[in-house]
């Protein structure tokens, strides 16, 4: 018998079981992990425990059955009111505490410095820590323009900028899941670069007013804020920007209490339902002429998609309204001509009915799995 066989036995033993046990240990930390994830995603983003409490209190204190269509308006108003308010605050707060390392001024230097796919990269992704609506953006546009800034990289930023900020992809999972809000900024963000670099090689700088180069540009320089004079603008941050959208979550929300509870099934179903085509260039119609922030209309696909619409049909209804309103169109056709105008109305209505398209047919096999 060779000697060194019990050696290489029992040396194999030790590993073996050594590897069994690291292997448990990970699985055991694997499925710790997403216990941990799934018990933070439902009570700190879907915010179950708040939901359970507005039951109480609709059932318990007004007396209404959350079964009956009074009273299940009662809990979706009031619960999704509640949550929107929290994970707002707690975002922009977040977001601004951030951005207050990017004021215009730097963020122009930044830009300046990229040009083609980069710039318009940078310009898309800087999009997204600014947490504006359309109107908002389009100050910022002028002065990166006015500064001389490649026209593609502006656009980028415009684009992205009502459509994929960080809070909108937080309250997407908190409504939805992560895998729709992952996909949801993955494909705005390429929408923003795409359509950023389509309209810079279209060499549109002549479809600009006059004005916008001629306004000076001051350079200012950098100040550099301690913690709590960040904090205190991060702070001022959420004051100003519930201050601007709370009518635009009160009445988004009513809508979709609204459409969640009173408007029947079948017939939003056979007017919007998953299987019809024409259902996502309906709802990028219908979504053009109004006006909110997508905090607002959040809650809108939300119980859109509860009443059985497609998601893609949901999502493209809730882009059109962030991205195309009427009333930021009216205030950019004041700073760029009818050509580009209609050039970037273009880009951007094909590129959210191609995203409503794609959710619509991924979105079965997404909902499936929650």
Same mark, same amino acid.
């Given at each position: =018998? ?14 073996? *079981? ?28 879907? =915010?179950?425990?708040?939901?359970? @409490? ?5 059932? $318990?204190?007004? @007396? ?45 230097? !930044? ?11 940078? @310009? ?42 960080? /809070? ?21 963000? *390429?929408? *923003? ?16 007013? *006059? ?43 009513? !809508?979709?209490? $609204?459409?969640?509870?009173? !408007? ?27 006006? /909110? ?14 009443? $059985? ?8 209804? =809730? ?52």
């Amino acid at each position: =018998m060779n000697p060194t066989a019990p050696f290489f036995h029992s040396t194999i033993f030790k590993w073996g *079981a050594l590897a069994l046990l690291v292997a448990a240990v990970l699985l055991g930390l694997n499925q710790l992990g997403i216990s941990a994830l799934a018990w933070a995603n439902a009570q700190l983003l879907r =915010m179950e425990w708040l939901s359970s @409490g507005v039951r109480w209190l609709v059932q $318990g204190i007004f @007396g209404l059955s959350v079964s009956t269509p009074v009273g299940a308006s009662v809990h979706f108003f009031i619960y999704d009111v509640i949550k929107i308010f929290i994970l707002l605050s707690v975002l922009i707060f977040s977001i601004s505490y951030i951005q207050s390392y990017f004021p215009p001024e730097r963020t122009r230097a !930044i830009l300046g410095k990229f040009s083609g796919f980069k710039g318009s990269l940078l @310009g898309a992704l800087l999009g997204t820590i600014t947490p504006f609506c359309s109107c908002s953006s389009i100050p910022l546009f002028i002065g990166f323009t006015g500064a001389g800034l490649p026209l593609g990289v502006t656009f980028s930023f415009l684009i992205s900028s009502p459509l994929v900020d960080l /809070a909108s992809v937080i309250l997407l999972a908190s409504i939805f899941d992560w895998t729709v809000a992952i996909m949801y900024v993955t494909l705005g963000v *390429a929408l *923003a670069v795409l359509g950023g670099m389509a309209i810079g090689r279209a060499k549109m700088e002549r479809h600009i007013e *006059a004005f916008v180069f001629a306004a000076p540009v001051l350079e200012t320089e950098q100040i550099s804020l301690s913690r709590l004079e960040r904090a205190v603008y991060a702070k001022q941050q959420v004051v100003d920007i519930v201050r601007r959208v709370w009518l635009y979550v009160l009445l988004g929300v009513g !809508i979709g209490a $609204g459409i969640h509870n009173w !408007i029947p099934q079948e017939w939003v179903e056979a007017t919007l339902g998953q299987g019809h085509w024409w259902s996502i260039p309906m709802a990028v119609l219908v979504g053009v002429p109004m006006y /909110a922030d997508i905090f607002g209309t959040l809650p809108i696909a939300e119980a859109m998609v509860a009443r $059985g619409v497609g998601l893609g049909t949901a999502l493209a209804f =809730m882009m059109s309204v962030t991205a195309l309103s009427l009333p930021s169109l009216i205030l950019l056709k004041q700073v760029v001509r009818p050509p580009l105008l209609a050039l970037f109305f273009g880009i951007v209505t094909v590129g959210i009915v191609f995203i409503g398209y794609f959710f619509q047919y991924i979105g079965p096999y997404i909902l499936l799995t929650r």
